[in-house]
């Protein structure tokens, strides 16, 4: 199962202070834009999203067609197809993407713990 890139996002306070904070761990913006409360950062490999006020957990993200750089990749499991294998081992949804469409679409669900998963594909 090919889940594209991953990142966590991070439910922030203050989005300001947490910039800075992530700057002096080594991390530079990749996107985002902090005037609407979000980035995303980036040290290597490792990315992360800051998001202040949008969502209350912190949540794994994983991005079907793109790489770690946000790039688009040639060849990916588009979210439908992921969709229907989780759907297939049993493993329950909390959003679905709609099977019908094409292009960007999204899906959440959680962890036996209570983590919340976001799969969203940006194409």
């Given at each position: 199962?090919?889940?594209?890139?991953?990142?966590?996002?991070?439910?922030?306070?203050?989005?300001?202070?947490?910039?800075?904070?992530?700057?002096?761990?080594?991390?530079?913006?990749?996107?985002?834009?902090?005037?609407?409360?979000?980035?995303?950062?980036?040290?290597?490999?490792?990315?992360?999203?800051?998001?202040?006020?949008?969502?209350?957990?912190?949540?794994?993200?994983?991005?079907?067609?793109?790489?770690?750089?946000?790039?688009?990749?040639?060849?990916?499991?588009?979210?439908?197809?992921?969709?229907?294998?989780?759907?297939?081992?049993?493993?329950?949804?909390?959003?679905?993407?709609?099977?019908a469409s094409e292009g960007s679409a999204s899906l959440t669900l959680e962890d036996p713990d209570g983590n919340l998963i976001l799969i969203?594909?940006?194409?």
């Open positions: 199962m090919k889940l594209g890139a991953f990142s966590v996002s991070l439910s922030v306070k203050d989005i300001h202070r947490s910039k800075a904070f992530y700057e002096n761990l080594g991390f530079e913006t990749l996107g985002g834009n902090i005037e609407h409360n979000w980035l995303i950062m980036k040290n290597e490999d490792t990315v992360i999203g800051l998001f202040q006020g949008m969502f209350e957990k912190n949540i794994l993200t994983f991005n079907p067609g793109w790489n770690q750089n946000a790039e688009n990749l040639e060849d990916f499991t588009d979210i439908r197809e992921l969709q229907k294998q989780l759907k297939e081992k049993g493993i329950s949804l909390s959003t679905e993407a709609d099977e969203d594909q940006h194409r």
